[in-house]
C-alpha cells in the first residue's frame, strides 16, 4: 500500500464522504418526518451532533405558506426575532442590531439563525450566530407556544457556550388574525 498516496488522496476521500453525508442527510423528498427535529450524539463519539436537516425541504413544499408563528416576535433580550413557518417547519432571523450596516460583520449585538420543527405546543430548533452581529455562540432550544398570549417560551436549552438570551418571545406583528392566521401575504 502506498502510504504517499493514500496521504494525497485523503482530503479528496474526505470531501466526498461529507458530501455523502449530507446528501442523505437531507434526502430528495421534501415531505417532512413525523417529529420534531433531533440532536444525536455522532456514531463516531466526538460529542458532536447529528441534526435532522429535512426541514430545509419544507420550503418548497408549499412556498405560500404562512403557520401561526410567522411574523415578528420581541425577545425579552431586546432582540426581535422573524419567524417563519411552513407545515411543522420553522425559521427565523433574530437580531438585536439596530442599524445593520450591508456587508458589514461584527456589529455591535447579537444576529441568529434557527430552524426546526412545531409538533402540538412545542418548537424545537437548532440555532446558530451569523457574522452580522458580535457574538459567536449556538445549540439547541426548546419553546413552549401559547397561542392564547402569543408567546413563546423557553423551557429547555441544549449545548452553546453561554444560556441563549430570549426566554420569552411576544408577537409584535403581523397580529393573529379572528382564525388564528397571521396576515402575510406571499411574495409573487
Known amino acids: 500500500m502506498d502510504v504517499t498516496r493514500l496521504r494525497r488522496n485523503a482530503p479528496n476521500t474526505l470531501v466526498m464522504l461529507t458530501l455523502v453525508l449530507a446528501i442523505a442527510g437531507c434526502g430528495g423528498d421534501a415531505a417532512s418526518p413525523a417529529g420534531p427535529a433531533t440532536a444525536t450524539p455522532s456514531a463516531a463519539g466526538s460529542g458532536m451532533a447529528v441534526t435532522d436537516l429535512s426541514v430545509i425541504g419544507c420550503a418548497a413544499a408549499d412556498p405560500a405558506d404562512a403557520g401561526e408563528l410567522t ?3 420581541q425577545g ?9 413557518q411552513v407545515g411543522d417547519c420553522v425559521w427565523w432571523f433574530g437580531t438585536e442590531v439596530d442599524e445593520i450596516e450591508p456587508g458589514k460583520t461584527g456589529q455591535r449585538g447579537f444576529a441568529n439563525v434557527a430552524s426546526g420543527r412545531m409538533v402540538g405546543t412545542q418548537v424545537d430548533l437548532e440555532w446558530a450566530d451569523v457574522p452580522l452581529g458580535n457574538t459567536v455562540n449556538g445549540g439547541g ?3 413552549f407556544y401559547d397561542a392564547e398570549n402569543a408567546q413563546l417560551t423557553l423551557t ?5 457556550r453561554q444560556p441563549f438570551g430570549g426566554t420569552v418571545l411576544t408577537r409584535i406583528e403581523p397580529e393573529a388574525s379572528p382564525d388564528g392566521t397571521p396576515g402575510v401575504s406571499p411574495t409573487p
Do not use: H
Open 71 to 73: 411574523g415578528a416576535w
Open 76 to 84: 425579552n433580550d431586546n432582540g426581535v426575532y422573524y419567524i417563519r
Open 141 to 143: 432550544l426548546t419553546f
Open 156 to 160: 429547555e436549552q441544549r449545548g452553546g
